[in-house]
């Protein structure tokens, strides 16, 4: 069989794509990359508001500031009939928003409980209200793609100190896998990546406490991740070229885990 190859070329011209927390680190890198691809992008934040609006004079195309407190569910529920309502269909959700504030072991119950419920609030509940609310939309439209942007330590756990927001991650992975079965006939896709350690300032906390080399030595790579790096994967996603991926989760972690 004679197979024509054509040039990949990657233009999310007429997509609008909501990118959560977007105004710093990795979702900043991803909304960029979206916005250079052609993509109108919908710049979620939270508390970040000046970083939020300088985005929007760097990004290539037109781009929507959409604040929105992903820790209140009664704020999020909502969230996505708004935007649409104001900007008009929304062809891809990227939940990117994620914290992961440190539980040690040694805490009492109470207060280890309330770091818990804390991260699972913008790291799962959020992501879940998003999802639910973007498929409902994405099937009237006929057509829609998610990027669940996860962590290694989904798969590979972490340490006590932050086993919650292991969990949290890693209830993503059952919740992209159950959309991509459900509605893959209804024109929705659902995709995981799953960083390892990547240099933004919210790795920039551990990276003071336990030394760059420590990062360093426990990945394949000579140099840490990016945000940059990962930017180009959610724009290959996003795109349509990768439809028959759907349901998969792609690590990008410098070899620091090998599934």
């Known amino acids: 069989m ?22 710093r680190g990795i979702g900043r890198a991803i909304a960029k990359q979206l916005s ?24 290539s195309t037109t781009a929507y500031l959409a604040p929105c407190d992903l820790s209140n569910a009664a704020e999020v529920k909502g969230f996505i009939p708004r935007l649409v309502e104001k900007y008009g269909p929304i ?15 040694t805490l009492p119950t109470a207060d ?17 209200i998003l999802c639910k609310e973007f498929v409902d939309h994405a099937r009237i439209q006929g057509n829609g793609r998610i990027v669940m942007i996860s962590s290694r330590a989904a798969f590979r756990g972490d340490t006590p100190d932050y086993m ?5 991650k890693g209830a ?16 929705i896709k659902a995709f995981l990546i799953a960083p390892g350690f990547t240099r933004t300032d919210m790795a920039a906390e551990i990276l003071a406490q336990y ?4 990062a360093l030595r426990d990945i394949a790579l000579s140099e840490l991740t990016r945000p940059e790096d990962l930017a180009p994967m959610v724009t290959l ?22 599934r």
């Open 164 to 168: 919650a927001y292991a969990a949290s």
């Open 2 to 23: 004679i197979v024509n190859e054509r040039a990949m070329q990657i233009s999310l011209a007429n997509q609008r794509i909501l990118v959560t927390g977007a105004s």
């Open 112 to 128: 280890w409980l309330e770091v818990w419920e804390k991260t699972f609030a913008v790291n799962t509940t959020a992501v879940g």
């Open 237 to 258: 996603l996003c795109s349509g070229l990768a439809d028959h991926a759907t349901g998969t989760s792609i690590d990008m972690n410098a070899g620091s885990y090998v």
């Open 211 to 214: 030394g760059e080399d420590f």
């Open 172 to 187: 993503l992975v059952s919740l992209m896998r159950s959309i991509a079965r459900h509605y893959g006939k209804e024109g």
């Open 36 to 59: 250079a691809s052609g993509a109108k992008v919908i710049v979620h934040y939270n508390t970040q508001e000046e970083e939020a609006m300088s985005l929007l004079a760097e990004c």
């Open 91 to 105: 062809s891809a959700l990227v939940n990117n928003a994620g914290i992961s504030p440190a539980a040690p072991d």
